[in-house]
Each structure stands twice: as structure tokens, then as C-alpha cells.
């Protein structure tokens, strides 16, 4: 069955800009931020997602010295451009902790009719693995950038990887080794490519 991405775009109130002059930040990557904050001898722990695409975040604290409360790691689900407060602990002396933190995008798919006639010289279309890192590293490049696109999932329908290799071998395009996703881009296929170097070449059309 064909499927396309859907994409909600909503407003809040917290803005990222603020909560980095607001809080200590301690790291971040391309994904969320994580922060804490002192407040009334108490230490909060919070994590922004940045990005416009819903993240399943997974928190732990570890070895951690004067503070006192629930340590048990914490997976909770943000919306784009929000932020959710995952630990309070007191503070009961000089402290110091690590931390554990992964962040997952999380996306709504919506399906579309199975007898769907679509153009692959026209567009972006995605033969997509869910358990695939850079299949999910270039689905969450092509939300960040507005970028329409369905997806075919190879998981899903047996069919789909046939109708990959018969793609590839009409556009003469071969490999000894093939690292999802193979993506089309107005009849273009891309497969094997650096990411996220190649981001920008392969969707500079849109």
C-alpha cells in the first residue's frame, strides 16, 4: 500500500531561544536540547525537541551524588518545538550525575489509496525500511525542509522491494551492496549516498 507523510504544524508558547538563556544547558544534538534548572534546593531536568517532528526521547539519569528522588529512566513522547520536565530530584548536598539521553522521530503516516497511479519521474518517492537509520535520518531531513514525499515501506508489502530492483535495473542502476533508502527524485535514483552530505545535491530541486 502506497503511504504519504502527514504533518502537522502547530504554535507554542515556549520558545527555544528562551529556555537557552533560562536553563543550564549541558548538551545537545541535532535533535533535543537537555536541561537543568536549580530552583527552591530543587533540580529539574528538561529536554526541548527542536525539530518539527514528534520525538520519543529516553532519559536516565546515572551515577548521580546528592540528589534525592525517583531515578528510574523516563521515555516520554514531545511534540515539535516543545518541552516536557523529565526529573525533580532534591538536592541534598554537593551533586553531580551523568546522563543517558536518545531520541527517536516519531512519524504520523497516513494512508492513501492502494490503487494510487504514481508518476516516479515526477516528485519524491522513498522506499523506506522503519527499523533504518538513515531511513529515518532522511525522512526527518525532508520534514525539517518542507519537503513533499511518500514513502513505500518495504517492511509492509513483499511487492515493494520487487518494484525497487525493477526501478533500478530500468534506470541501469547497480550495486554488489544496497543501503535503504533508495529514493527518486523526478526520476532520478539516489541509493548508497552519504548522509547527510548528499542532502543538499540530491533535493536541491526543491
Known amino acids: 500500500m502506497w503511504v504519504k507523510l502527514k504533518t502537522k ?9 528562551i529556555l537557552i538563556y533560562s536553563f543550564d544547558v549541558k548538551s545537545q544534538n541535532n535533535d533535543v536540547l537537555f536541561f537543568e534548572k536549580n530552583l527552591n534546593n530543587t533540580l529539574h531536568f528538561y529536554v526541548a525537541n ?7 526521547v529516553e532519559l536516565q539519569i546515572v551515577n548521580s551524588k546528592g540528589l534525592r528522588g525517583d531515578k528510574k529512566p523516563q521515555t516520554k513522547e514531545i511534540a515539535p518545538r516543545d518541552t516536557l520536565l523529565f526529573y525533580s530530584f532534591s538536592i541534598i548536598g554537593a551533586y553531580s550525575y551523568n546522563y543517558n539521553i536518545k531520541a527517536t522521530p516519531l512519524f504520523e503516516i497516513e494512508q492513501v489509496s492502494s490503487d494510487l497511479e504514481t508518476n516516479f519521474d515526477e516528485g519524491v518517492v522513498i522506499f523506506f525500511k522503519p527499523d533504518c537509520p538513515r531511513s529515518q535520518r532522511t525522512l526527518s531531513y525532508l520534514i525539517e525542509n518542507d519537503i513533499e514525499f ?4 518495504v517492511t509492509e508489502n513483499k511487492d515493494y522491494p520487487v518494484l525497487m530492483m525493477q526501478l533500478l535495473k530500468e534506470k541501469r542502476k547497480s550495486s554488489k551492496q544496497l543501503l535503504y ?4 527524485v523526478n526520476g532520478e535514483v539516489y541509493f548508497n549516498f552519504d548522509i547527510p552530505q548528499s ?8
Open 181 to 184: 533508502p533508495v529514493v527518486l
Open 199 to 206: 542532502f543538499q545535491k540530491i533535493f536541491n530541486e526543491f
Open 9 to 17: 504544524h502547530m504554535k507554542y508558547l515556549v520558545l527555544i531561544g
Open 150 to 153: 511518500k514513502i513505500l515501506n
Open 50 to 56: 527542536t525539530t518539527k517532528t514528534k520525538q520519543e
